[in-house]
């Protein structure tokens, strides 16, 4: 079982909130909302997905539900090859799941994004790889360093307190002490309780940096790994939870 979640960005106030789920078994893609959606509806006036107009309804396709399909670029499009070289992933590797996990699904038409549910690697470590959050914030020498960063190479967590938007915002910087961007918010809540639990054992690396022309949003893709100690479960928080279960699936159509 592969398993996305969807967030939502609130224009005005910039705050996120994960509100649904997209799981995958192989054969069907089934989708939910979470109580993250019930709280951004109280709190920033959130509407319901067109696709997905009952918040209490679980919904299932065999084909990828439009609102996600449309995020991935056409297998079509000469620059595509490009894209998935950016995206660092394999070779016939380069299924749905795969590329939103990996990039995001980022548009500039709307206030969402796609991110994965962690598992366990090989070696039962907590592994996930991103991309750096607000690069279009920094000054041009970070963006300068970002360019003569190499693969491997170590950056590290830093805490932001004075951000305005989210005081628990985490720098990543480089050892010669450029800030390169910002850790992913919907892992940060995560990465505090890895850190809390074996600091030395939480690290990130670059895994690729991307020459311009690529945009600001896929220009450096990190990978974290962590220890992944017996009670740790990813995303335990309440808005990432489900907002039904053992219900009747209505499925929704595959059609846009």
Same mark, same amino acid.
């Given at each position: 079982?592969?398993?996305l979640?969807?967030?939502w960005?609130d224009?005005?106030s910039? /705050?996120?909130f994960? +509100?649904?789920r $997209?799981?995958f078994?192989?054969?069907? =893609?089934?989708?939910?909302?979470? #109580?993250?959606?019930?709280?951004?509806?109280?709190e920033?006036?959130?509407?319901l997905?067109?696709?997905?107009?009952?918040?209490?309804?679980?919904?299932?396709s065999?084909?990828?539900?439009?609102?996600?399909?449309n995020?991935?670029?056409?297998?079509?499009?000469?620059?595509?090859?490009n894209?998935i070289?950016?995206?660092?992933?394999?070779?016939?590797?380069?299924n749905?799941?795969?590329?939103?996990?990996?990039s995001?699904?980022r548009?500039?038409?709307?206030?969402f994004?796609?991110?994965?549910?962690p598992e366990?690697?090989?070696?039962?470590?907590?592994?996930?790889?991103?991309?750096?959050h607000?690069?279009?914030?920094?000054?041009?020498? /970070?963006?300068?360093? +970002?360019?003569? $960063?190499?693969?491997?190479?170590v950056? =590290?967590?830093?805490?932001?307190? #004075?951000?305005?938007?989210?005081?628990?915002?985490?720098?990543?910087?480089?050892?010669?002490?450029?800030?390169?961007?910002?850790c992913?918010?919907?892992?940060?809540?995560?990465?505090?309780?890895?850190?809390?639990?074996?600091p030395?054992?939480?690290?990130?690396?670059?895994e690729?940096?991307?020459?311009?022309?690529t945009?600001?949003?896929?220009?450096?893709?990190?990978?974290?790994?962590?220890?992944?100690?017996?009670?740790?479960?990813?995303?335990?928080?309440?808005e990432?939870?489900?907002?039904?279960?053992?219900?009747?699936?209505?499925?929704?159509?595959?059609?846009?």
């Amino acid at each position: 079982m592969k398993t996305l979640f969807l967030a939502w960005q609130d224009p005005k106030s910039r /705050a996120w909130f994960p +509100i649904g789920r $997209l799981t995958f078994d192989g054969k069907k =893609y089934q989708f939910v909302y979470t #109580q993250g959606a019930v709280k951004a509806q109280a709190e920033h006036n959130f509407q319901l997905l067109y696709s997905f107009p009952d918040l209490n309804k679980e919904y299932a396709s065999v084909e990828l539900f439009p609102l996600f399909s449309n995020r991935l670029m056409r297998r079509s499009r000469p620059d595509y090859k490009n894209y998935i070289e950016s995206l660092n992933i394999s070779e016939g590797e380069d299924n749905s799941i795969s590329i939103l996990s990996r990039s995001g699904g980022r548009k500039v038409t709307d206030y969402f994004e796609v991110f994965p549910c962690p598992e366990p690697d090989e070696n039962g470590l907590y592994h996930i790889h991103f991309f750096a959050h607000g690069l279009r914030h920094l000054p041009t020498c /970070a963006t300068e360093r +970002i360019n003569q $960063l190499q693969t491997g190479e170590v950056l =590290y967590l830093a805490n932001e307190f #004075q951000n305005p938007y989210d005081p628990r915002a985490l720098l990543l910087c480089t050892e010669d002490h450029y800030i390169v961007g910002y850790c992913p918010r919907y892992i940060v809540d995560d990465v505090f309780k890895l850190k809390n639990k074996n600091p030395e054992l939480v690290k990130v690396h670059v895994e690729r940096v991307n020459p311009v022309p690529t945009a600001l949003q896929l220009r450096l893709l990190c990978n974290m790994t962590a220890e992944w100690h017996e009670d740790f479960r990813p995303f335990s928080s309440r808005e990432y939870q489900p907002l039904v279960a053992d219900i009747p699936i209505t499925y929704a159509s595959s059609e846009s």
